[in-house]
């Protein structure tokens, strides 16, 4: 059975930096859920940052990744992303599903690093790691594609 790799605030757990959720709502990733091929993980939680915590986002010019504060977390998102890594590689997964626009777990596009609301293209830390390792990384906005590899219709 293939496992997929998700955020675990779009599992539905409270998670986020303003210690909400993004529960996806659908009925396949319940039957996912149910079937246990479902594996959590918050990669800002498992670096090491609390919730709630400051919104972080990746500076473009530097890419470091910075609170709207002033201070540098790049090394717990670092390590959040190494987890993740360890993570697919100990249980072989090869699928993730990550929540768009983070500064870990964006897919397509990430914040711009002013906190100013503006997004641009690009990826969250942990997903270019799962990315440059071969990981098929799709966003909650690709829920679609991931069920036709998956063979969902
Ligand atoms: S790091 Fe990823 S899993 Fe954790 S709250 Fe942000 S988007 Fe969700």
């Known amino acids: 059975m293939e496992k997929i790799l998700i955020s675990a605030c779009l599992y539905g757990h409270a998670v986020r930096y303003d210690a909400g959720h993004c529960l996806l709502d659908d ?34 010019k530097t890419g470091r990744i910075m609170d709207e504060h002033g201070t540098d977390n790049s090394a717990a998102f670092e ?22 626009n983070s500064p870990s777990c964006g897919v397509n596009f990430i914040y711009d690093g002013r906190f100013r609301s503006t997004k641009r293209v690009g990826s969250g ?12 990384v799709f966003s ?10 998956m063979g969902v219709e």
């Open 125 to 136: 830390i942990t997903a270019s790691v799962l990315k440059d390792h071969g990981v098929l």
């Open 140 to 149: 909650e906005c690709d829920l679609d594609k991931l069920k036709s590899h």
């Open 27 to 60: 009925p396949v990733i319940s039957q996912w859920r149910k079937e246990g091929r479902l594996v959590e993980i918050c990669p800002e939680m498992a670096g090491g940052l609390p919730t709630p915590r400051p919104p972080c986002e990746i500076d473009e």
């Open 79 to 100: 390590k959040g992303a190494q987890l993740a890594l360890d993570l697919v590689q100990a249980q072989g997964i090869k699928y993730a599903l990550l929540k768009e």
